[in-house]
Nanobody, 121 residues
Framework: QVQLVESGGGLVQPGGSLRLSCTAS????????MGWYRQAPGKQRELVAV???????NSADPVKGRFTVSRDYAKNTVSLQMRSLKPEDTAVFYC???????????????WGKGTLVTVSS
């Protein structure tokens, strides 16, 4: 079994900051990519930011310059530092990992259960 567990969501005022974290645990042999997606009410899930094993990050245009994704490779953890938050950032944020398990040499997508971020005054 593999689990991705997010933490750090909540209510924040416009212009504020929030930090999300996610830890992957279980029978993991290697992690290729970790990152974050989000789904706003009535919209499809979309990429926020991901980071690979070389430290190369890819962020969606709406969050560039405001959100920073980082990884702790030793702890199988990915974090998302969010600044200058806007009401349109309100969404459920999902942790994502592309990883291999001890019983499957093919890399597979895994998802966390999501954490709600609400940006409102």
């Amino acid at each position: 079994q593999v689990q991705l567990v997010e933490s750090g969501g909540g209510l924040v005022q416009p212009g504020g900051s929030l930090r999300l974290s996610c830890t992957a645990s279980g029978s993991i042999s290697s992690i290729n990519v970790m990152g974050w997606y989000r789904q706003a009410p009535g919209k499809q899930r979309e990429l926020v930011a991901v980071i690979d094993n070389d430290g190369m990050a890819n962020s969606a245009d709406p969050v560039k310059g405001r959100f920073t994704v980082s990884r702790d490779y030793a702890k199988n953890t990915v974090s998302l530092q969010m600044r200058s938050l806007k009401p349109e950032d309100t969404a459920v944020f999902y942790c994502y990992a592309l990883l291999k398990t001890a019983w499957n040499n093919e890399a597979v997508d895994y998802w966390g259960k999501g954490t709600l971020v609400t940006v409102s005054s």
